[in-house]
């Protein structure tokens, strides 16, 4: 298994490995997480030529108001979060379990039966059946059904290995003197994403994996990275994009003649393990977090190997783990223990950071948010100490970037409430 790394930036425990996304295994973790020193940050920064895309303007900052919190049994990591597609239910993904709550109190409804020997669950998703997959550290993919929670497969399914058992083409090398079939992963799945009547897992085994929705069948294998892969996310035309502790994000484009994913551009711009990634409704911009402390932002360009960075967005000051991007804003999550809030300026390729959501005690490891007025967000955030907090934002109509004031989030990191 890879090593971790960048382990002071990423984590304030050394409980953590097996819930923060994997780094590079060459670099050296001999240090204390829990005395790191301002080296360690530095040492991780990204290249200091990408243009910072932020406004040089002060930007007012978004209103926001903390609804409700909770805190996991035992202070147990929060490892995703995921809400019901009518935004009534939120999921609570840690170490052990997955629990349903209401998505405004937070009052708890149910819980999901996980195998105990499943270990931590790692992503969530839905499909448009309204099935609940679940990502386990076991490297097995879990379905249920929602809203009764009942299991209902686990992949690879009993039918699916059986029918390959018998031919020795099915099987790969995973490590010395060790085989397994090619549907299996072979480490935790870091990452799920349903997208039309597919399923896409990424996982620490450095694989990326297609699954029918129909019957569950395992159609594709794909040895996508160099290392661990912590992040995955599919545009609507089928693009998909894998990050991993490699430093890079590649890109897969599905081959109409050979029904295979075939790699097309591969991007190389972060000093660190990557990861997060989130893509713009239109799928044109893709953002990329990594334990270099900065969003990377990357846009469609046909001339240029699909994809171009434009520059960097920078604020956080520790390891960017999680990334969500919803309508023209775009949410991340940070080790540094806050969500920034940022918005594309109209017109330009400029971003201003519109506000910052304070006080988790530990790593924010997860997002979900969503809009729930004309002029009202709601932002679900977990942390690596067990909490979740709802927020409630209220989002100016008009475009304020630019606009004078003594509020400047990007630069200074103070927050009104």
Not at 60 to 87: G, V
């Amino acid at each position: 298994m890879p090593l971790r790394t960048c382990l002071s930036i990423c984590s304030t425990s050394t409980d953590d490995s097996t819930l923060l996304p994997k780094p590079p295994r060459h670099v050296s973790t001999t240090s204390d997480p829990t005395t790191s020193s301002s080296s360690s940050l530095h040492s991780a920064l990204t290249f200091p030529t990408l243009q910072t895309l932020q406004t040089p303007q002060p930007t007012p900052l978004y209103p926001h108001k903390l609804l409700s919190t909770t805190q996991t049994p035992h202070h147990l990591p929060i490892t995703s979060l995921a809400l019901s597609t009518d935004h009534r239910l939120l999921y609570i993904a840690t170490t052990s379990a997955v629990s349903a709550v209401d998505s405004l109190s937070l009052h708890p409804l149910s819980s999901l039966p996980t195998p105990s020997s499943a270990g931590a669950v790692k992503s969530l998703s839905f499909d448009s059946r309204l099935r609940l997959f679940t990502a386990h550290q076991d490297g097995r993919i879990r379905v249920w059904s929602s809203p009764h929670h009942r299991p209902l497969a686990s992949l690879p399914t009993l039918p699916d290995r059986l029918r390959r058992l018998p031919l020795p083409k099915n099987y790969v090398h995973v490590r010395r003197h060790r085989r397994r079939l090619w549907i299996e992963h072979a480490d935790a799945v870091s990452a799920l994403v349903v997208s039309g009547n597919l399923i896409y897992s990424a996982s620490w085994d450095k694989t990326l994996k297609i699954w029918r929705t129909s019957d569950l069948r395992c159609v594709e294998s794909v040895a996508a990275h160099d290392d661990a892969i912590n992040a995955v996310a599919v545009a609507g035309d089928g693009t998909v994009y894998t990050a991993s502790a490699d430093r890079r994000v590649r890109v897969w484009s599905p081959d109409r003649d050979s029904q295979r994913h075939v790699l097309i551009a591969t991007l190389e711009k972060h000093k660190s393990s990557v990861n997060a990634l989130a893509l713009s409704e239109d799928g044109r911009i893709l953002y990329s977090g990594a334990c270099d402390r900065s969003i990377l932002v990357w846009e469609r360009e046909e001339s240029a190997d699909h994809m171009v960075v434009r520059g960097a967005l920078r604020g956080h000051t520790r390891a960017i783990l999680c990334l969500m991007n919803v309508g023209d804003l775009l949410f991340s999550g940070s080790a540094d223990r806050t969500v920034r809030m940022w918005r594309r300026v109209r017109g330009s390729g400029q971003y201003c950071c519109v506000g910052v959501l304070e006080g988790h005690v530990r790593g924010v490891k997860a997002l979900v948010a969503f809009r729930e007025g004309e002029d009202t967000w709601r932002v679900c955030s977990g942390d690596l100490d067990g909490e979740v907090r709802v927020w409630k934002v209220w989002v100016s109509g008009g475009d304020i970037c630019g606009v004078s004031s003594n509020n400047n989030c990007c630069n200074n990191g103070t927050n009104k409430r």
